[in-house]
């Protein structure tokens, strides 16, 4: 659809008090300016820019490189305007997995569920440290649609590098994870928990769970945004999908291996594998989802590729029905 | 596409554009998802011509244009002619369905003022941001940043949120970030019907230095009558077709003329249960009583009405409001005040009762106008028909400047100077 000659792009915005000769009209006094000038060369027609995916796949890389100022001003944006009404300030970021934590634990404590496993820590570090992941893979994953539906007047008008909104996403997800991960290290201290040395190897690890989760939800993104289903939907399974996950609870290597229904349940959930690996190689150091994790690992970045593919193709389509709604 | 001398030069080409649209809310979504499948297995091409799937229609089609470097071309019609459309295919916003557009050079728009704008954050954030959605970095605005706030007028508010700006403080702001826009190609859309006369002017002048500096600008705005002060031609759409691409003032006629025709059939749609009596027909002569459409500034003018009525009518009396679409009623005038009065007797005119009004010398401007003509018994309550849109004529010349070399507006009024 857009073919781009790379381009040189001069700015100027010295206004200079001279008399143009070519003025619209004679005996006004208009300045001269600078004029933005660049020799690119656009082109929009009905093809599909996928037709030529290097071509594609490069100029999505220089929109990202172009879009960089704009993704982090809009961060800042955000950020600022999220905290500065508030009160508590940054500390709404904390609430979400504390919260869930703390519910869980009383309703374990209260005898309503059992764990399963054998557990040497704490449970409630258990269950914080898994909803800090596990609410990190659903941010990521729900946020292709709501930068989409945040920013629909901003996409419906002009024209800026669309890969912006992703950075300013990936922004916040990264860093509601860097704040909540915070979190770990007073309950880390309290509960005595010493973590594991191979947590060097979860960090990654959960890096490539935002990409996963983040191409997830680019390639629903468009459907998403078409049909209001596709939200309702994830908001009533989400409960669902969260307890399909161990985060409350343990899938031990031998469950996997002998469980039917159990390892069925993993391989078909695609939170599951990238979170537990990461939860557990912080806290034990080891964990029965290295060979289900490194297969999603693998996945992750062709996954987010694709994502970025249907995400960049989609939006025309999505803006012509803005108007729509 | 053949690439010949003439067009590469060219800042824009649009090539036999077509754009299909669907106004069924479930069909389009639908649609919406087939298309999007097509264009993510690679298979997007060119929609065979006249081709629609049900509620489908053409918001544009077969467009083609084009614009050189330091031209400002306006693009006018009716409401949903297709003129948004085509600014925002454009923009690259949305994608063609047949045809080609090719900008050869930087492009810009002006859509929207204030795109971005948080309203917790303060007028100066919110110029960073601003600008940064119009991609500017922060270094470029760093530079300009005393020029932007000069020219909004918003010195001593800067630092408080935007949320407390009033709607034209905040337009200000917007315009004037996006005033340090220069791309080759800027587009405008309907961004200057805003703000104080004062701002306003200033806002055309920045365009007229625009122009001047080799800016070609396309604006699409329905305020026609501004249009004068930056637009050397224009194109105008009506239904999605390209019906008049030249002049501005011959632009403008036509457009006022596409106005009075939709005014005309919506009356009449109003208007079509049996009536008692009717204005049949209304004709535009010259003074010389032939049919004449085309006049100019100070020509007389008669309209001649004929009415018609099932039943006599005592002492009817009839209104004739003379209109230009772009401002409205320039005068009414009707038989009850010249204390003419007459009756409509299907008895005594069988063939319907003709009355003619003169206009001496009309002193009216440049552009299209038409009439309304209503028909009454003595009475007010008693209504028989109203003819909208009807008796269409054009005031071709001579011409006029809005520069203030010359004269402009509706009428050309009697006037004298005189130095003391």
Redesign the interface.
């Known amino acids: ?2 073919q781009i000659s790379l ?1 040189q ?1 001069h ?1 100027f ?1 010295n ?1 200079t008090e001279t008399t ?1 000769e ?7 006094v ?19 820019e ?2 030529n995916p290097v071509e594609m796949f490069k100029n999505i890389a220089a929109d990202f490189w ?1 879009g960089r ?2 993704g982090w ?2 961060f800042l ?2 950020l ?2 999220l905290y ?2 508030t009160f508590l300030g940054l500390f709404w970021a904390f609430l979400p997995p504390i919260a869930n934590t703390a519910v869980w634990v009383f309703l374990r404590h209260q005898g309503v569920f059992e764990i399963g496993g054998d557990m040497e820590i704490s449970l409630t570090v258990y269950i914080l440290t898994g909803m800090i992941l596990w609410q990190t893979f659903i941010d990521a994953f729900q946020m292709p649609l709501k930068v989409i539906n945040q920013n629909r ?8 590098p669309r890969e912006s909104l992703l950075l300013v996403g990936l922004g916040e997800v990264l860093f509601d994870f860097a704040i909540r991960s915070l979190l770990l290290i007073p309950a880390f201290l309290w509960y005595g928990v010493t973590p594991n040395l191979a947590v060097l190897w979860a960090l990654p690890i959960a890096l490539l769970m935002i990409l996963f989760a983040a191409g997830l939800g680019m390639l629903i993104m ?2 998403g945004s ?2 209001q289903d596709v939200n309702r939907f994830i908001g009533i399974a989400m409960p669902f999908w969260m307890l399909t996950t161990p985060i409350i609870y343990v899938i031990t290597g031998d469950m996997l291996e002998n469980d039917p229904n159990t390892s069925l349940l993993v391989w078909l959930n695609p939170a599951a594998p990238l979170l537990v690996w990461a939860r557990d190689l912080t806290l034990f150091g080891e964990s029965p989802f290295v060979l289900p994790g490194m297969i999603l690992a693998f996945l992750a970045i062709p996954i987010f590729l694709l994502g970025l ?2 995400f960049r ?2 939006i ?6 803005m108007n ?2 | 596409m053949s690439e010949n001398s003439d067009n590469s030069k060219l800042i824009l080409n649009v090539e036999d554009v077509s754009k299909v649209f669907c106004r069924n809310l479930k069909l389009a979504m639908r649609y919406g998802l087939y298309d999007l499948g097509k264009e993510i297995v690679g298979r997007g091409e060119d929609r065979a011509e006249g081709q629609l799937r049900p509620g489908e229609f053409y918001s544009i089609r077969n467009a083609s244009f084009k614009i050189e470097p330091g031209e400002c071309v306006a693009l006018i019609g009716p409401n949903g002619a297709g003129k948004s459309t085509m600014l925002k295919m454009i923009n690259g916003l949305i994608k063609p369905d047949r045809g080609e557009i090719r900008i050869n050079g930087k492009i810009g728009a002006l859509i929207e003022l204030g795109t971005g704008f948080n309203p917790i954050l303060s007028g100066r954030e919110n110029v960073y941001i601003n600008a940064a959605v119009l991609g500017m970095s922060k270094r470029e605005v760093d530079e300009v940043y005393d020029e932007i706030v000069d020219f909004a007028e918003l010195h001593d508010v800067m630092e408080a949120p935007v949320k407390t700006y009033s709607s034209g403080m905040r337009i200000r702001l917007g315009f004037s970030v996006a005033a340090n826009l220069r791309p080759q190609l800027l587009l405008i859309d309907e961004v200057l019907a805003v703000g104080d006369v004062g701002f306003r002017m200033k806002c055309f002048k920045h365009l007229r230095t625009l122009v001047s500096n080799g800016v070609s600008i396309i604006l699409v705005t329905h305020a026609i009558g501004m249009l004068q002060r930056v637009a050397t031609r224009s194109v105008v759409f009506n239904r999605g077709r390209i019906v008049h691409d030249g002049e501005l003032d011959a632009g403008c006629a036509v457009y006022e003329e596409i106005l009075g025709a939709s005014e005309r059939i919506r009356t009449e749609r109003l208007q079509q249960k049996t009536r008692e009596a009717e204005i049949a027909e209304v004709t535009v002569v010259n003074k010389n009583d032939e049919p004449q459409t085309e006049f100019q500034t100070n020509d007389s003018l008669k309209i001649r009405i004929l009415l018609k009525s099932k039943k006599k009518i005592e002492n009817a009396r009839v209104i004739v409001a003379l209109n230009s679409p772009s401002i409205g009623t320039v005068s009414s005038v009707s038989t009850a005040y010249q204390e003419v009065r007459f009756d409509v007797d299907p008895a005594v005119h069988p063939d319907g009762r003709m009355l003619t009004l003169s206009f001496q010398e009309l002193p009216l401007l440049l552009g299209a106008y038409h009439f309304n003509i209503s028909l009454f018994g003595p009475e007010t309550t008693e209504f028989f028909h109203r003819r909208s849109g009807c008796g269409n004529f054009r005031i071709i010349g001579p011409p006029i400047d809005v520069y203030g070399m010359g004269i402009h507006g509706i009428l050309k009024v009697d006037h004298e100077w005189k130095l003391d």
């Open positions: 659809m857009i381009f792009t700015l915005f206004v143009s070519s003025s619209t009209l004679e005996n006004e208009l300045p001269t300016l600078e004029i933005q000038t660049s020799d690119q060369l656009t082109v929009y027609n009905s093809q599909s996928i037709k172009s100022e704009l001003r809009l944006r955000n600022r305007g500065r009404q007047g901003m996409i419906a008008k002009l024209r800026f468009p459907i078409l049909y593919a249907v193709i989609s025309p389509v999505i803006v012509e029905r729509a709604y």
